[in-house]
């Protein structure tokens, strides 16, 4: 298992972002769903080893992240994407994802093909030597995903990847996804449940900070024709049937 | 004319392409990289805000017209000058907020906290150079009396002064607040070591026979040598405690 949470806690003060999470995943994609403050963020940064659990075991590539040889060697096998992505306004695409390629500590002599690889899979070679202030929200998005991907990573981690991409990029992502799950385990939170219905192999639905279904799409969607879900697709219905019943039981 | 059936014209081409955007870095980026053993460390402290060019043409006019008003007017501007214009540019190093890409860098393999540590000793050594430059170039006024003394005492407040604005900083988490709080700090030792010496023909209250007088008496005057070592130590244990990896609540 990529992914190893056992009743993993992270509290803000009073407020409980994350209440007592137990998750493993392997390869595949697993989408992270739920509403806004469901805690999905702070449990991708806790994943993304920037946030330390309050309480709780989290095991990445089968190392502890509390160690810093462990935490380094997980950073170094692993790619992120925020959901607010912060960039050099004066990089260009090249110098952005490869000032990242370094600080991953990809060695120096692999860097210039790793880099060409990535901008090359979220289709910026065109932009490549573009200053970074000069694109438009969606290219920043792409860039960000190169970024993340640049050291071939086996656990991607990706907060709203979606977000700003027209139609065409987002069919895109979603090819770019299931191919870097045959071999990694990528998370992917996500207030789009197309998303998940394209993409995951399985997914998990948080709310108030706890994981209230874990399961396949076909699963999600089973819960949806079951329950008194609403939503125009079967998978917004499996969603918000879930949701109900689990804002029904607190 | 046609490529043969096993040739992987993707692979061609990001081989081309690898070699066409690759970055060659400058001559400083290249002896950093060596110095600090890190290609990553290295690209991350020439990527600095407070080393950029525009940040380091500001810090020399600040002191170049210190300097001039020195030489003209006979007040010790350089040396009390310098140590706020060194704790500003460290207290916007690198953080959240100042980093455009900082929570990104987190999640990488190069120790954000080795960047923290790396960029203020950069900045720290940067703004000595150029604060003493302009010391240097102010020997011969009025004020240049205790001229050993005046051109490097300023380097000892200067260390207590960037390291409480560091501390602050990392404590707090605003470069605003960290800044504010240094310079604050230096003004109230210059003003309070000022009031000091015109009280100076109180019985117990005089400062020592080789203190200087007025303004730079908070530079001359070797009874503060010590308490700022002191504030400085403690801080940097402080900086040190602040941004350990940490496991359990923030």
Not at chain 1, 78 to 94: A, D, E, K, M, R
Not at chain 1, 208 to 227: K, M
Not at chain 2, 55 to 76: C, H, K
Request: proline share 7%.
């Amino acid at each position: 298992m990529n992914i190893e949470l056992y009743d993993v806690t992270r509290r803000f003060g009073r407020n409980v972002a994350v209440d007592g999470v137990t998750l493993d995943a392997g390869p595949g994609v697993l989408g992270l769903l739920g509403p806004n403050g469901a805690g999905k963020t702070s449990l991708l940064r806790m994943l993304a080893t920037i946030l330390p659990p309050s309480s709780g075991r989290l095991a990445l590539l089968g190392r502890d992240p509390a160690k810093p040889a462990d935490r380094r060697e997980i950073r170094r096998r692993l790619g992120y994407l925020p959901q607010q992505l912060g960039y050099y306004p004066s990089f260009t695409v090249v110098e952005f994802v490869e000032y990242f390629a370094l600080l991953k500590e990809v060695p120096p002599h692999l860097v210039p093909k790793a880099v060409a690889a990535a901008v090359e899979k979220v289709d910026l070679g065109p932009k490549a030597r573009a200053k970074l202030r000069t694109l438009s929200g969606g290219m920043l998005r792409r860039v960000g995903i190169a970024q993340a991907i640049v050291n071939e990573p086996e656990l991607l981690l990706f907060d709203e990847p979606t977000a700003g991409l027209d139609p065409e990029q987002r069919v895109a992502f979603r090819a770019l996804i299931r191919d870097l799950g045959q071999t990694a385990t990528v998370v992917v939170s996500t207030h789009l449940v197309e998303d998940v219905g394209a993409a995951c192999t399985e997914v998990a639905l948080m709310s108030n900070g706890r994981v209230v279904f874990r399961g396949t799409p076909e699963e999600l969607i089973a819960r949806g024709e079951a329950g008194q879900g609403v939503g125009d697709a079967p998978l917004e219905r499996g969603y918000s049937a879930i949701l109900a019943a689990a804002r029904a039981a607190s | 004319m046609t490529a043969p059936d096993d040739v992987d014209l993707d692979r061609v081409w990001t081989n081309v392409a690898a070699e066409v955007w690759r970055r060659h870095p400058g001559r400083i980026e290249r002896t950093a990289a060596k110095l600090l053993k890190s290609p990553g460390l290295a690209r991350a402290l020439l990527t600095t805000p407070s080393l950029l060019g525009p940040w380091l043409i500001g810090s020399t006019l600040v002191l170049a017209i210190g300097a001039l008003v020195q030489l003209g007017a006979n007040q010790p501007l350089v040396w009390l000058i310098a140590p706020a214009v060194a704790a500003v540019g460290i207290a916007y190093a690198y953080g959240p907020g100042i980093d455009p890409a900082w929570e990104l860098a987190c999640s990488c393999a190069v120790s954000d906290r080795l960047v923290l540590l790396t960029r203020a000793v950069a900045v720290f050594a940067v703004n000595a150079v150029l604060g003493m430059a302009a010391s240097v170039a102010t020997l011969g006024t009025a004020a240049g009396a205790h001229t050993a003394q005046l051109t490097f005492g300023w380097l000892i407040p200067m260390t207590a002064v960037c390291t409480l604005t560091l501390a602050v900083a990392v404590a707090v988490r605003s470069a605003a607040v960290g800044a504010g709080a240094g310079v604050a700090a230096w003004i109230v030792v210059v003003l309070g070591r000022g009031a000091l010496d015109s009280t100076a023909s109180t019985p117990g209250l005089s400062p020592s026979p080789s203190a200087g007088t007025g303004l730079a008496g908070a530079v001359t005057d070797p009874n503060l040598y010590v308490p700022y070592l002191a504030v400085a130590a403690c801080c940097a244990a402080v900086v040190y405690y602040v941004t350990r990896p940490q496991r359990g609540a923030q």
